[in-house]
């Protein structure tokens, strides 16, 4: 079992949300950073969201600033993404990962978070696909 994996994939008309979970089931979060990524077929990944659990400090893309909303379950030991009027361009794979390093800056490029993370995040999930199509 890999220690972070992802759920809540799916399905999704235009328009519509889905809460995807990353659940940190091989370590207690405390200190580290959850980032949330994701690939769409034929292009680069891209860091798309950032919560460190030990300032609440966030980071958002702009591509999804103002819709998607991250934060932490203590109950379940997951971060979750809350992800609102979705569009076909989120189609892609998510990912979560785990670091310890902060998030990065508000206006960092989200490509650029992913190209450093692939080496800086410890942990990797196996992805969760997201389909917004009608």
């Known amino acids: 079992q890999l220690p972070v994996a992802e759920s809540g994939g799916g399905l999704v008309q235009p328009g519509g949300s889905l809460t995807l979970s990353c659940d940190a089931s091989?370590?207690?979060?405390?200190?580290?950073?959850i980032g949330w990524f994701r690939q769409a077929p034929g292009e680069e990944r891209e860091g798309i969201s950032c919560l460190s659990m030990s300032d609440g400090s966030t980071y958002y893309a702009d591509s999804v600033k103002g819709r998607f909303t991250v934060s932490r379950n203590n109950a379940k030991n997951t971060v979750d993404l809350q992800m609102n009027s979705l569009k076909p361009e989120d189609t892609a794979v998510y990912y979560c990962?785990?670091?310890?390093?902060?998030?990065?800056?508000?206006?960092?490029?989200?490509?650029?978070?992913?190209?450093?993370?692939?080496?800086?995040?410890?942990?990797w999930g196996r992805g969760t696909q997201v389909t917004v199509s009608s």
């Open positions: 990962a785990a670091g310890s390093v902060l998030c990065p800056a508000a206006d960092y490029n989200p490509r650029s978070y992913a190209a450093w993370a692939k080496y800086e995040y410890r942990f």
């Open positions: 091989g370590f207690i979060l405390d200190g580290y950073v």
